[in-house]
């Protein structure tokens, strides 16, 4: 699998990936914002000529916020996520600051995340306007990833 930079072309298909996998997907305008933001990291992962998946990262001060990754679901299971997390981590440092929110019912991405040492800081409650599920606010910080919440603002473990 190859991973690159997101471009304006790819958005038909990473459009059709997010509908797939949302229930409230952006809109290619709010793609396309983030691609002309210089503090914005967009990647594609691609096999065989098509798109298979995506995520794009903001920096927000000196932290980086995951806002949006997925793999059509007839891709899952394949380790695309794991790949797109990857190159991401690897373009930003190992030591990068990194804070993300996750439905506490996506039990893979959650997983996924843990892999990578996001621990579980804190909640939003009915973050997510479609349903009014909450949101888990993670952070992947140095301290996470010795098991600790020290340096990260406000949190109180958020539990599930």
Not at 62 to 88: E, F, Q, Y
Not at 90 to 102: F, I, S
Request: aromatic share 8%.
């Amino acid at each position: 699998m190859l991973i690159r930079h997101l471009v304006l072309k790819d958005l038909p298909r990473v459009l059709r990936i997010e509908r797939e996998s949302f229930p409230a997907p952006w809109s290619a305008a709010m793609f396309a914002l983030e691609l002309t933001r210089a503090d914005s990291l967009c990647f594609v992962g691609e096999a065989d000529g098509e798109i298979v998946g995506y995520v794009v990262c903001s920096q927000l001060d000196l932290d980086w916020h995951l806002m949006n990754i997925a793999v059509p679901p007839a891709c899952r299971g394949r380790g695309i996520a794991k790949a797109l997390m990857t190159s991401l981590l690897a373009e930003l440092g190992n030591d990068a600051r990194m804070t993300l929110e996750v439905r506490p019912s996506n039990e893979a991405a959650i997983a996924l995340y843990e892999s990578f040492g996001f621990m579980l800081a804190g909640r939003r409650t009915r973050y997510y306007a479609d349903t009014g599920e909450d949101a888990l606010i993670m952070w992947r910080t140095e301290a996470t990833l010795r098991g600790s919440l020290e340096d990260v603002p406000n949190a109180d473990g958020g539990a599930r």
